[in-house]
Structures are given as C-alpha cells and as structure tokens.
C-alpha cells in the first residue's frame, strides 16, 4: 500500500467478518437534508455494534488495513509514546484518539520539562510531542502535553526508539522528563511602606492584591504590618517579621529610584544579601529579591498591585516549590520577559 517494509495490505473482507480489524479510508453517511460526513475515520477498528451502521450506508464487504510486523497503528504508537512519558504519578493520558493523546495533570503544582528532550523526540520525524512551556503553573485536569503521530501507520522500530530515549533519561538523571512539583505552604509576613498608607490617607491596595496571588498556591499571608518612610523603621518591622518566624518576607512600595524611597536600602540595612536589585522583566522590573538569614525576602514593585502578570508571579510560585533563586534565574528572565511596558 505505502511501500513500508513491514508490509501494509488492503484486504477486501465480508462486513461481518471486520470486526476486530482496521478500516483502510474514512467511510461515509449520508442522510438527504440531515447529514452529510464521516461516520467511521481511516485505521478505526470495527465493532461488532458497528456492523448494522456498515450495512446502513451499503457496505457489505469493506477494505481493511493489515499491518506489517515492523508497523504501528498511529493510535497504538501515540498511546505507546505517552505511557513512556508517564512515570509521574501526578499525570494522566486520555485515550487514543486520530493518533493523538492528551497528558494532563492531576494536581496543582510547578511543571517542570526537560527541553532538550522534547527536541529530541522531535527530531525523529514522524511523531510529535507538543507541551506547555517549561515552569508552567498548572491545575488538576489542565492538558500540559500530546503525543501525536503524523502518518496512519508509523515504523516500530522509530517508537521504541523513542521509548528508550524516555528510559536513558530517567535513568541519567533520575527524574522523568515531566514533573509537577508541589507547592509548599507558606505563612508570610508582609510588610507595606509609605506615609501616604501609614497615616491613612489613602487605602491600602497592596494588601489585598498580594494576598489574592499567595492563596492562590495554598499560601497565606499571616500578619501585614504599615510603615512609614523611615529607613529605620523599615528595619525594625523588617526584623520583627524574621523574629515571628514567616517562612517569607515581602515588603511593598518605595521601590522606586527616587530619593525619598527608603525600601531597598533598608531591607540591605537589615541584613539582606541582595541577589538582585531589578529585574530584567517588564512589568518589574524594579523588584529586589533577597534572602535574609535563609529567609527569602523580595521587595516589591508597584505594579503587582494592578499587572496581572509580573516578575513577583515568576518568582513566587518557584520559591514556594522549593527552589532557591539565584543571580542567573534574574538575568534570564529577560528571554521573553516583555510583556508590557
């Protein structure tokens, strides 16, 4: 049929006897004024409740499709692909459908995916394996990758091959090459500057808007305290919060480079090391992260308050799944990282 090696036929059978078989085209139905389209697509296997259907459009013998034994059905091969991808317990594949199955997650959590892997699996040719990008926030029940593979009928030996990829990876590094990692509960101390705030007149935005992100992950923000532009203030609220022992510290507004912006200096007062001052990330960019006797400390910028996407929401859910932020994970940041001005 397609000049494979392993031996693809067309074989006209009786309808009653197709069952268990695989369709060689798509087939057909139509219905005058009500219908017209597939009724079964090419590689289906036929039924036995499919039978009367067959007969209905007039099909008393069909054409089948008998592969060879170096061949896989596109729905076999895809299925195949995503059992080999799933070795976390916190994924799932739908069922095989046109050569294509859907991998979700079953749990909230920080997806992490090896790249270069995916691009290996890509480069064999024939098959496909599409994902979200790599440190993806992710839900129960959201699709997070699909194998796909692109002909009816695919060589064997070009999945297996695919399977031992997957293998020698876990292998090397000990780790599936899709991962959720979990977030871990945080109580947060939360601290908001400025004079306008801290004498009432106006209302606290920061509050709430941090608040809203950090339950987002199963995360609270356990006690918010009010400063005023007094450098020496900041570090005493600053170290009462490392005192309370929260698990992190966040302190707003003044994060600017004006002179009267007391904020970044006084979290470097307090004994902070400063990983980064800016980051290079639009909306952002003016945020500090830090760590403060293992504690990690950011100051934040005004835009949290009203972005719904900022340098905070990259950062906060990789703090909260364990990772420890360094130099280098600021500076590449700014690899996609405009996103608004």
Same mark, same amino acid.
Request: net charge negative; glycine share 10%; proline share 6%.
């Given at each position: 049929?397609?000049?494979?090696?392993?031996?693809?036929?067309?074989?006209?059978?009786?309808?009653?006897?197709?069952?268990? &078989?695989?369709? /060689?085209?798509?087939? *057909?139905?139509?219905?005058?004024?009500?219908?017209?389209?597939?009724?079964?697509?090419?590689?289906?296997?036929?039924? =036995?409740?499919?039978?009367?259907?067959? $007969?209905?459009?007039?099909?008393?013998?069909?054409?089948?499709?008998?592969?060879?034994?170096?061949?896989?059905?596109?729905? %076999?091969? /895809?299925?195949?692909?995503?059992?080999?991808?799933?070795?976390?317990?916190?994924?799932?594949? *739908?069922?095989?459908? =046109?050569?294509?199955?859907?991998?979700? /997650?079953s749990r909230q959590g920080l997806l992490e995916?090896?790249? +270069?892997?995916?691009?290996?699996?890509?480069?064999?040719? %024939?098959? @496909?394996? @599409?994902?979200?990008?790599?440190?993806?926030?992710?839900?129960?029940?959201?699709?997070?990758?699909? *194998?796909?593979?692109?002909? $009816?009928?695919? !060589?064997?030996?070009?999945?297996?091959?695919? %399977?031992?990829?997957?293998?020698?990876?876990?292998?090397?590094?000990?780790?599936?090459?899709?991962?959720?990692?979990?977030?871990?509960?945080?109580?947060?101390?939360?601290?908001?500057?400025?004079?306008?705030?801290?004498?009432?007149?106006?209302? !606290?935005?920061?509050?709430?808007?941090?608040?809203?992100?950090? +339950?987002?992950?199963?995360?609270?923000?356990?006690?918010?305290?009010?400063?005023? !532009?007094?450098?020496?203030?900041?570090?005493?609220?600053?170290?009462?919060?490392?005192?309370?022992?929260?698990?992190?510290? $966040?302190?707003?507004?003044?994060?600017?480079?004006?002179?009267? !912006?007391? *904020?970044?200096?006084?979290?470097?007062? /307090?004994?902070?090391?400063?990983?980064?001052?800016?980051?290079?990330?639009?909306?952002?960019?003016?945020?500090?992260?830090?760590?403060?006797?293992?504690?990690?400390?950011?100051?934040?910028?005004?835009?949290?308050?009203?972005?719904?996407?900022?340098?905070?929401?990259?950062?906060?859910?990789?703090?909260?799944?364990?990772?420890?932020?360094?130099?280098?994970?600021?500076?590449?940041?700014?690899?996609?990282?405009? &996103?608004?001005?």
């Open positions: 049929m397609n000049g494979r090696a392993g031996g693809t036929k067309l074989t006209e059978v009786p309808v009653q006897e197709a069952v268990g &078989l695989r369709l /060689a085209h798509d087939l *057909t139905q139509i219905i005058p004024g009500k219908f017209k389209g597939r009724l079964f697509t090419k590689g289906h296997l036929v039924r =036995e409740e499919d039978i009367p259907k067959l $007969l209905d459009i007039g099909k008393e013998h069909i054409y089948i499709l008998e592969l060879g034994e170096a061949e896989l059905h596109e729905d %076999e091969a /895809a299925q195949r692909m995503a059992e080999a991808l799933l070795v976390d317990a916190d994924l799932t594949a *739908t069922a095989p459908h =046109e050569g294509k199955v859907t991998v979700k /997650a995916i090896d790249g +270069e892997l995916i691009h290996a699996i890509n480069r064999l040719g %024939e098959i @496909a394996l @599409a994902t979200v990008p790599h440190r993806t926030v992710v839900q129960p029940d959201q699709r997070v990758a699909a *194998t796909r593979v692109i002909p $009816l009928v695919v !060589d064997r030996a070009k999945i297996e091959q695919a %399977e031992r990829l997957f293998a020698d990876y876990r292998s090397m590094k000990g780790r599936p090459p899709l991962q959720i990692r979990p977030f871990r509960p945080m109580r947060i101390g939360l601290l908001t500057t400025g004079g306008e705030v801290y004498s009432g007149r106006i209302v !606290d935005k920061f509050g709430p808007a941090v608040r809203e992100k950090v +339950e987002a992950f199963g995360s609270v923000v356990a006690e918010q305290r009010f400063a005023p !532009d007094d450098r020496q203030i900041i570090v005493k609220e600053i170290d009462y919060l490392l005192r309370a022992e929260y698990d992190m510290i $966040l302190v707003t507004g003044g994060m600017s480079v004006d002179p009267d !912006d007391r *904020t970044p200096a006084a979290i470097r007062d /307090a004994g902070a090391e400063i990983v980064s001052y800016g980051t290079p990330m639009l909306p952002g960019s003016m945020l500090l992260m830090g760590y403060l006797r293992g504690v990690p400390i950011l100051g934040l910028p005004g835009c949290v308050m009203h972005d719904p996407y900022t340098s905070f929401d990259v950062l906060l859910p990789r703090i909260l799944a364990g990772d420890t932020i360094t130099r280098e994970d600021i500076v590449t940041m700014g690899f996609g990282g405009m &996103l608004g001005c």
